[in-house]
C-alpha cells in the first residue's frame, strides 16, 4: 500500500514505551531528512507526534505505520487513551498524515482497538482484515510442485506468506513438512502453542477443543462429550475461536440461516495440521523421532485431505458457472430419513431463485470408470429418497479415469486438470 507513497514504517517492540519512541524517533528522522530529530527524548506518544509536526513543514501527505501496534498497549495500558488524544487533538485535523495500526493478534485488534468500549471507537476512517493467500499464488513459493503438491502444501500451512516463505522450493514437500515441522529446531513446531498463549487467556481448554475437532468430533454434544465439559462452555470457547477465525462451522445449506445445526471445523489449516499430526506426537520430536510421524503423515494424508478437498472442491464450483449456470450459493447438506438414517451430501448448489442446480461428491482419490459410475448412481438413490431434485450430478475427485467419456452422459465430472486451471 506505502510503496509509492511517502511513508514510515515502525514495527513495535515488546520492550518499554520510552525504546518504541526512541527507535519511532530514528524512523521519523530519516523521513525528515534531519537526524537531530532522532536524539530528541520524547515524554510520551503524544510530545513526540506533537514535535513531528512542528518539524514537517511541508504538506507532502505521509503514511505512518504503526506494525504490532497491540505490542504498545500490552506494554502500557494508557496508550490507547494517549492515541485518542493524539487524533483529536493533531490528526484528525491534518490532510498531511495517515495513520495506519496493524496487527497480528486478531483479538487484541478487534476488542483493544477496534472495539465499543476503545477510546479509539468510531475514529476509524476504514479496517481491513487481511486474509489468507488465494491458493494461486502458492505456485510462487514452490514453483517446481505439481498441482497435488500444492494443494498439500495448502493443506499444512493455508496461505499465510509468512509459512509459505519458509518452505524451502528445492525440497519435497514431505521433506519441508520434515524440516518445519517435525525437529525441535522447526519454525513451525511451537507456532500454534505461541499464537493461543498470545491469543487466548486459557490456551488449555481451547487446546482440548482443537484436539477434539482434529479427532473429527464436529457437534458441540460430541466435542463436549470427547473432552467432559458441558455444552454450554464449549460452545463459548467455540465462538471465541470462531471469531479468531481459527474455527468455522457449516450449517445444512438447504436450512434456514439461523437453523442451529453445525458442523464445526479447523478452519485454519496450519491449526488443523498441527493439531493432527503435532501436538499428538510431540514426544517423538522431542525424542528426535520426528521420522515416525512423517511416516504417520504419508500413510494418513489422503484422509486428512478429503476434508480439505472439499473446502477446495466448494472454491471451485463458484468459478465453473458456464458449465452449471448461476452458483449464489454452495454447501454441504445434511439430515436423516426413516429409510436412508443418517445421510450427507458433499455439495449442494443453489442459484438465486434458490433452485438446486447441481449436486456433487467429493473424492480425495484416484477413481476408475466404475469407481465413478457406483458413486453417481449411490448419490442419484441417496437424493432420491431425500427427495431432492437437481438439474445434473456430479463428483470432484482426485483424478477421475475416462472422464470425458462419462461426461457424456450428462454428468459433471472434474478432477485435479481441472482445479489447476480456476484455482491453482
Avoid at 169 to 176: C, E, G
Avoid at 309 to 333: C, M, N, P, W
Avoid at 371 to 398: N, Q, V
Wanted: hydrophobic share 40%.
Amino acid at each position: 500500500f506505502a510503496k509509492e507513497k511517502p511513508y514510515i514504517y515502525f514495527l513495535c517492540e515488546k520492550s518499554d514505551t520510552k525504546m518504541n519512541i526512541r527507535k519511532m524517533a530514528r524512523k521519523a528522522a530519516e523521513y525528515l531528512g534531519k537526524p537531530g530529530f532522532g536524539r530528541i527524548e520524547f515524554l510520551d506518544w503524544e510530545d513526540f507526534f506533537r514535535e513531528f509536526f512542528e518539524w514537517k513543514k511541508d504538506e507532502e501527505k505521509v503514511v505512518i505505520i504503526l506494525d504490532e501496534f497491540p505490542y504498545l498497549i500490552e506494554i502500557d495500558d494508557s496508550t490507547l487513551s494517549i492515541f485518542q488524544k493524539i487524533w483529536d487533538e493533531y490528526l484528525s485535523r491534518r490532510r498531511d498524515v495517515m495513520l495506519i495500526l496493524c496487527g497480528s493478534s486478531i483479538g487484541m485488534m478487534e476488542t483493544e482497538v477496534l472495539g465499543y468500549k476503545s477510546p479509539l471507537y468510531g475514529r476509524r476512517t476504514g479496517q481491513w482484515k487481511l486474509r489468507e493467500l488465494d491458493i494461486k499464488y502458492i505456485r510462487e513459493f514452490v514453483p517446481g510442485y505439481d498441482v497435488e503438491d500444492i494443494l498439500y502444501v495448502y493443506g499444512a500451512l493455508g496461505g499465510i506468506p509468512a509459512y509459505l516463505a519458509k518452505l524451502d522450493p528445492s525440497l519435497q514437500f514431505y521433506d519441508n513438512v520434515y524440516k518445519l515441522f517435525f525437529n525441535k529446531g522447526g519454525e513451525l513446531y511451537e507456532e500454534a502453542e505461541n499464537l493461543l498463549k498470545q491469543e487466548l487467556r486459557e490456551p488449555r481448554i481451547y487446546k482440548l477443543i482443537l484436539t477434539s475437532l482434529a479427532e473429527g468430533h464436529r457437534r458441540v454434544t460430541e466435542i463436549a462429550n470427547s473432552i467432559g465439559l458441558d455444552k454450554a462452555t464449549v460452545s463459548r470457547y467455540l465462538e471465541t475461536l470462531t471469531l479468531l477465525d481459527i474455527v468455522g462451522y457449516e450449517t445444512p445449506v438447504l436450512e434456514k440461516p439461523k437453523t442451529k445445526k453445525r458442523l464445526y471445523y479447523i478452519k485454519d489449516n496450519y491449526f488443523n495440521f498441527w493439531f493432527t499430526y503435532v501436538y499428538p506426537y510431540r514426544d517423538l520430536v522431542e525424542e528426535d523421532r520426528g521420522e515416525k510421524i512423517l511416516e504417520i503423515v504419508r500413510e494418513s494424508i489422503s484422509k486428512y485431505m478429503s476434508r480439505i478437498f472439499e473446502h477446495i472442491a466448494l472454491k471451485f464450483i463458484y468459478r465453473i458457472g458456464s458449465d452449471i449456470g448461476e452458483v449464489i450459493k454452495a454447501g454441504r447438506q445434511w439430515g436423516r430419513t426413516k429409510k436412508l438414517g443418517a445421510y450427507e451430501i458433499d455439495i449442494v448448489a443453489l442459484n438465486s431463485k434458490k433452485e438446486i442446480v447441481s449436486i456433487f461428491e467429493v473424492k480425495w482419490a484416484n477413481l476408475s470408470r466404475n469407481d465413478t459410475r457406483r458413486i453417481l448412481k449411490s448419490l442419484k438413490y441417496k437424493i432420491d429418497e431425500i427427495g431432492l431434485e437437481a438439474h445434473r450430478l456430479g463428483i470432484i475427485a482426485k483424478h477421475i479415469h475416462g472422464k470425458e467419456e462419462l461426461k457424456k452422459d450428462g454428468f459433471l465430472l472434474y478432477d485435479l486438470k481441472d482445479i489447476e486451471i480456476q484455482l491453482v
